[in-house]
């Protein structure tokens, strides 16, 4: 008589029946997936001992539940992701969450090369200078009206050209009768001093300094004797062929401001109405 062979759980005999041993305990078929089987993650029957079993991150799937939550196309040996615990195939992730290249419209598959500007994405082969055609990559760019331009392209475009030495502006520079100008080429016409952030006149068409200005071409005040230039106290009183500052037009004689007041005139001075009527009574 034989010794027995029963599973260790139903306590079945074995003779002539699959089983499975764990840790050389043997079990009957029907014993060992209720005890040892995984459940699947999707379906949530048990993965029997002879179905191929599939697993990520300790969630257990049948072969044929392993699926795109989106497209519902196998995801066995093919990459995949996962989206708030939704397996997501590699296409549909990109569909729905890659960006797409402004340029050729194709999706920036994660993992390459792009590049991004102003919430748009590019393939670094699609972002290229609309002048020359070549891809830009990690150099300096200038956007124009929606277009993009290497600095070589946009400088011989687009920027303009210093009215007095022709070169580029790159940056900055002022804007004298309607032209650009290098602040370092817009120079007083006399000393040669740079004008830009100071003020300054003109003579036909040539700028001065204050200073140079009011040497060659200023009047002269004819109380002091300075020049009357329109800067600082600039108002000026002007009679017959005679021209004073505004606070040099006093009397002569009391010195009383005679601005908007009634005066005389007697030889090179100019006389109050009160002194004038003192002098000839």
Same mark, same amino acid.
Not at 9 to 16: H, I, P, R, V
Not at 28 to 33: E, G, I, K, L, R
Not at 188 to 202: I, S, Y
């Given at each position: 008589? /034989?010794?027995?062979?029963?599973?260790? /759980?139903?306590?079945?005999?074995?003779?002539?029946?699959?089983?499975?041993?764990?840790?050389?305990?043997?079990?009957?078929?029907?014993?060992?997936?209720?005890?040892?089987?995984?459940?699947?993650?999707?379906?949530?029957? =048990?993965?029997?001992?002879?179905?191929?079993?599939?697993?990520?991150?300790? $969630?257990?799937?049948?072969?044929?539940?392993?699926?795109?939550?989106?497209?519902?196309? /196998?995801?066995?040996?093919?990459?995949?992701?996962?989206?708030?615990? +939704?397996? !997501?195939?590699?296409?549909?992730?990109?569909?729905?969450?890659?960006?797409?290249?402004?340029?050729?419209?194709?999706?920036?598959?994660?993992?390459?090369?792009?590049?991004? %500007?102003?919430?748009?994405?590019?393939?670094?082969?699609?972002?290229?200078?609309?002048?020359?055609?070549?891809?830009?990559? +990690?150099?300096?760019?200038?956007?124009?009206?929606?277009?993009?331009?290497? !600095?070589?392209?946009?400088?011989? $475009?687009? +920027?303009?050209?210093?009215?007095?030495?022709?070169?580029?502006?790159?940056?900055?520079?002022?804007?004298?009768?309607?032209?650009?100008?290098?602040?370092?080429?817009?120079?007083?016409?006399?000393?040669?001093?740079?004008?830009?952030?100071?003020?300054?006149?003109?003579?036909?068409?040539?700028?001065?300094?204050?200073?140079?200005?009011?040497?060659? %071409? +200023?009047?002269?005040?004819?109380?002091?004797?300075?020049?009357?230039?329109?800067?600082?106290?600039?108002?000026?009183?002007?009679?017959?062929?005679?021209?004073?500052?505004?606070?040099?037009?006093?009397?002569?004689?009391? /010195?009383?401001? =005679?601005?908007?007041?009634?005066?005389?005139?007697?030889?090179?001075?100019?006389?109050?109405?009160?002194?004038?009527?003192?002098?000839?009574?």
């Amino acid at each position: 008589m /034989s010794e027995p062979f029963d599973c260790d /759980s139903c306590k079945e005999s074995l003779y002539g029946r699959k089983y499975i041993q764990v840790d050389d305990v043997p079990h009957c078929v029907p014993c060992y997936d209720r005890l040892y089987a995984n459940t699947c993650q999707e379906c949530k029957e =048990l993965i029997e001992h002879n179905t191929r079993e599939l697993y990520y991150e300790d $969630r257990h799937y049948h072969e044929h539940c392993f699926r795109c939550s989106h497209c519902n196309h /196998s995801l066995a040996d093919k990459p995949f992701t996962c989206q708030e615990d +939704a397996l !997501v195939c590699n296409d549909c992730y990109c569909n729905e969450f890659s960006s797409k290249c402004v340029a050729c419209g194709k999706i920036v598959m994660p993992g390459s090369k792009q590049l991004e %500007y102003g919430g748009c994405a590019w393939h670094e082969e699609c972002f290229v200078c609309c002048g020359c055609e070549q891809p830009i990559g +990690a150099q300096s760019f200038i956007p124009d009206k929606g277009e993009y331009y290497c !600095v070589p392209c946009y400088k011989g $475009r687009f +920027a303009p050209h210093c009215s007095h030495c022709k070169e580029i502006l790159v940056q900055g520079g002022v804007t004298y009768r309607d032209e650009p100008w290098h602040k370092e080429c817009f120079l007083c016409t006399g000393c040669k001093v740079q004008l830009a952030g100071q003020p300054f006149t003109t003579q036909g068409e040539d700028p001065y300094c204050v200073k140079c200005f009011s040497n060659l %071409y +200023a009047q002269k005040c004819s109380a002091c004797d300075k020049p009357i230039t329109g800067f600082g106290e600039g108002k000026y009183v002007s009679f017959e062929e005679r021209q004073w500052h505004q606070p040099c037009f006093k009397c002569s004689e009391c /010195s009383v401001s =005679l601005v908007g007041a009634g005066f005389f005139p007697d030889g090179t001075k100019i006389l109050c109405k009160t002194v004038c009527e003192q002098t000839f009574v």
